[in-house]
């Protein structure tokens, strides 16, 4: 075990387990029979590596940071290996990509779980799922989904975060963000620069389970008669003159509140604190 962790973090170029045997001066064969024979219990193995960290590092500021990994691959029988975006090459290529959750505190990081995004192409192809070895159980998730179960199971192992980072990709999403500031962490996330928000929280009209006039019940909260519409980030974020010192509203479920600057890439960068009233 040893051996083969210390070549996985160390600097050979090719990390296979024959480089890393004669790396460490060690029979190719014996590597590879511990590697192919031996069972790993995965489960316990990532249980007690958060446990230890939060034992030994644990920190009322840390912060759990969210991303994908891409690694490039030459065939077509790894599980979830297809052409796409692959973080590591910076474009699109055949690789495998998986969702990590790092931990990081003033002085102490560490990557904490991680898991495989298993393409649609792959989920509906009985045939090769079987020949990759994928279990029956494993179904599509999309990559927010793989990284909200990870960061519960996170949570469920006793880990504690005060921050949430992550990119675009989990930013966009609408489930993403809802059910981290349910978790009552606070998110700092890229958003793409169409979403559409306010400097201040809106007046809103609550649902009503009666009905309004001779009207139908009102279902979902809406803007209250003479509110401000709501306007897009990189517009708003033109009225924003000490970077993230102004908050602004994002339309979202919840509605929650957000701080906002732009980014070289065009997207903006917001923050979550806290849930509000949903804005339709």
């Known amino acids: 075990m040893r051996t083969y ?7 050979l170029e090719r990390k296979k387990v024959e480089a890393i045997a004669l790396d460490a001066g060690v029979p190719p064969r014996t590597l590879q029979e511990f590697i192919s024979i031996h ?7 990532r249980t007690r590596l958060q446990h230890r960290v939060q034992q030994q590092h644990g920190d009322e500021n840390a912060i759990g940071l969210i991303d994908e990994t891409g690694f490039v691959k030459k065939g077509d029988k790894t599980a979830g290996v297809q052409r796409q975006y692959c973080g590591a090459t910076g474009k699109k ?8 959750m790092g931990y990081a505190t003033r002085d102490f990081h560490a990557v904490v779980d991680g898991d495989l ?7 509906s192809d009985p045939d090769r799922r079987r020949e990759a070895g994928v279990p029956d159980t494993v179904q599509f998730r999309t990559k927010q989904a793989i990284a909200i179960d990870i960061l519960r199971r996170a949570i469920s192992n006793g880990m504690r975060f005060r921050y949430l980072t992550a990119d675009e990709l989990y930013g966009h999403s609408t489930e993403f963000r809802r059910e ?26 609550k649902p009503s389970a009666a009905p309004a006039g ?4 009102r279902r979902k909260a809406s803007l209250a008669p003479g509110a401000e519409p709501c306007r897009r980030v990189d517009d708003l974020s033109q009225s924003i003159q000490s970077g993230l010192g102004t908050r602004f509203t994002s339309r979202i479920p919840e509605t929650a509140r957000w701080c906002g600057r732009r980014n070289s890439r065009g997207s903006s960068l917001g923050t979550t ?4 009233t949903s804005a339709g």
Request: net charge positive; aromatic share 6%; with cysteine.
């Open 273 to 276: 604190t806290c849930p509000a």
């Open 214 to 217: 001779s009207g139908r019940p």
């Open 117 to 123: 995004y298993l393409p649609e192409s792959w989920c």
């Open 180 to 205: 981290v500031t349910t978790m009552g962490l606070i998110c700092v996330v890229e958003i793409p620069c169409s979403v559409r928000g306010w400097l201040k929280r809106p007046a809103v009209r």
């Open 93 to 100: 290529d055949n690789c495998v990509v998986s969702v990590q």
């Open 39 to 45: 069972r790993w219990a995965e489960d316990a193995l």
């Open 5 to 11: 962790i210390n070549g996985q973090i160390s600097n």
